[in-house]
């Protein structure tokens, strides 16, 4: 598979990332409040143009990857959501893909996050039934680990990533 697949639920759709997704990733990757609990600080332009391409290329290589949110009625960008292989040498995580969410600040606390992570982790389960899903969060990130307890993710260990602790969890159940 080259290209992400279209994924539509009750309130989004979600696309494979596009130049013209540039600007409101930048916007969204470049605010405080997404990046305090992810790498601790506002990412650089180049930084983000970086992961665009990094999503791109996923879904050549891996057949798996990031998709773009978006508000069903508005076209308004959401965020971000997905699955990668980051090759990030935590032997805790063991192999499979890490599920990675993040949204724009302007919908946050509306349940999008969860609605766009119960569609990917169902498009997960259907793709790579054989492959058990991940995902870290950093510990003081409640509503992170929220979303991810309520698609079926529980903590199995905690490791280190760049000089501080994250939890990793696992998908042990469907999503409820």
Same mark, same amino acid.
């Given at each position: 598979m080259s =290209?992400?697949?279209?994924?539509e639920t009750e309130r989004l759709t979600l696309?494979?990332?596009?130049?013209?997704?540039?600007?409101d990733c930048l916007a969204m990757?470049?605010?405080p409040e997404v990046t305090r609990f992810i790498g601790g600080k506002p990412s650089t332009e180049q930084e983000v143009w970086f992961r665009l391409l990094r999503? +791109?290329?996923?879904?050549?290589?891996?057949?798996f990857g990031f998709w773009v949110a978006r508000e069903k009625t508005s076209g308004r960008f959401v965020g971000e959501v997905g699955f990668a292989e980051q090759k990030r040498g935590i032997e805790q995580a063991g192999q499979g893909p890490e599920l990675g969410y993040a949204l724009a600040p302007w919908?946050?606390?509306?349940?999008?996050?969860t609605e766009a992570v119960r569609a990917v982790v169902a498009w997960g389960d259907a793709h790579?039934? =054989?492959?058990?899903?991940?995902?870290?969060?950093?510990?003081?990130?409640?509503?992170?680990?929220?979303v991810a307890e309520k698609c079926g993710y529980r903590e199995f260990a905690r490791a280190p990533l760049f000089g501080s602790? +994250?939890?990793?969890?696992k998908r042990v159940a469907a999503p409820a």
């Open positions: =290209e992400a697949p279209h994924i696309d494979g990332h596009r130049l013209e997704d540039f600007t990757w470049t605010e999503y +791109v290329g996923h879904w050549s290589i891996e057949g919908c946050h606390g509306r349940g999008l996050a790579f039934p =054989e492959r058990r899903t991940w995902c870290l969060i950093n510990p003081e990130a409640k509503a992170s680990i929220g602790q +994250v939890i990793l969890l």
